[in-house]
């Protein structure tokens, strides 16, 4: 009862730094990546920050899935499993696949990334397996069910099919950027971050639950700032970067 109301706690916080978030990054850009910059303390290289930051994400959902007592059946086993696809990713494919020439991002950052994880594995984790009390068979015929698993699929593969592109652009060793082309990259600067709302926004609907809800709402706080400084920096830095192309929403913006 009393982890029930710590488990709600965990959401509403989460949501209320969403919230700032959001607003400081219209401002400050988070400083990885080609926004890296002095005054963020010490530094540690990208590739073991990646694997710092996410990997409580899917260890301690895992670790939920393990102690969780409802019953696990299908439903429960596809939110396992589409959680863990995406993390395990995360956590440890994804980082030995950069292509940075060994750069750096604040310990700071770091430590951000991994206090959020942990906080929002444990959110979901524990309500999906322990405090949702289960979910019915029927949830599977349910049209928020499948078009949620749907949305998440797709983002999943849009998202890893950007970041693919991305990492072609460079050849091993190399640390410089390219104008990106192809497939989405042709209406936006940003289609892995698009890919990734996607995913977010598919889970909120598939698992219909507040810790999902959270989650999506920060992941577009996080990103939709982060790709216009993104498309504002491609702007800046290259001369001829295609002008109909818009930041995050072919069309709009
Ligand atoms: N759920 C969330 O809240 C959340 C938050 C952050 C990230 N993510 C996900 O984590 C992944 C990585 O995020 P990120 O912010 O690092 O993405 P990013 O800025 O797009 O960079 C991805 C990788 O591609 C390289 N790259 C990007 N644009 C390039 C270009 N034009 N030319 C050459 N190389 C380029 C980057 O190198 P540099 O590092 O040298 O720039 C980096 O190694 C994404 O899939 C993102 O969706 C999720």
């Not at 929002?120 to 015929?141: D, E, I, K, V």
């Amino acid at each position: 009862m009393i982890e029930g109301k710590l488990n709600f706690f965990v959401v509403l916080a989460g949501l209320a730094v969403a919230a700032g978030v959001f607003a400081a990054l219209f401002f400050i850009s988070a400083p990885y990546g080609r926004h890296l910059r002095r005054g963020w303390g010490p530094l540690i290289a990208n590739q073991s920050s990646w694997i710092i930051m996410e990997s409580p994400a899917a260890l301690v959902f895992a670790v939920c899935f393990a102690l969780g007592s409802v019953p696990r059946n299908l439903p429960i086993l596809v939110f396992f499993a589409l959680w863990e696809l995406h993390y395990i990713h995360r956590a440890f494919i994804y980082p030995f696949t950069i292509r940075d020439g060994h750069k750096k991002m604040p310990i700071a950052v770091m430590l951000m990334g991994f206090a959020f994880n942990l906080g929002n594995a444990y959110a979901n984790g524990r309500f999906l397996f322990t405090f949702s009390g289960g979910y019915p068979q029927r949830w599977l015929m349910d049209a928020r069910f499948w078009v949620g698993v749907i949305l998440f699929l797709t983002g999943t593969i849009l998202n890893r099919w950007a970041d693919l592109t991305l990492r072609s652009l460079r050849q091993p060793g190399e640390t410089g950027y390219r104008i990106p082309y192809g497939g989405l990259f042709r209406w936006i600067s940003c289609p892995n971050y698009l890919g990734e709302i996607v995913e977010w926004c598919g889970w909120a609907l598939a698992t219909w639950s507040l810790p999902g809800l959270a989650f999506a709402v920060w992941t577009i706080a996080n990103l939709a700032p982060r790709a216009r400084s993104h498309h504002a920096w491609y702007h800046a830095n290259f001369a001829d970067y295609p002008g109909e192309r818009k930041a995050l929403i072919p069309g709009l913006w």
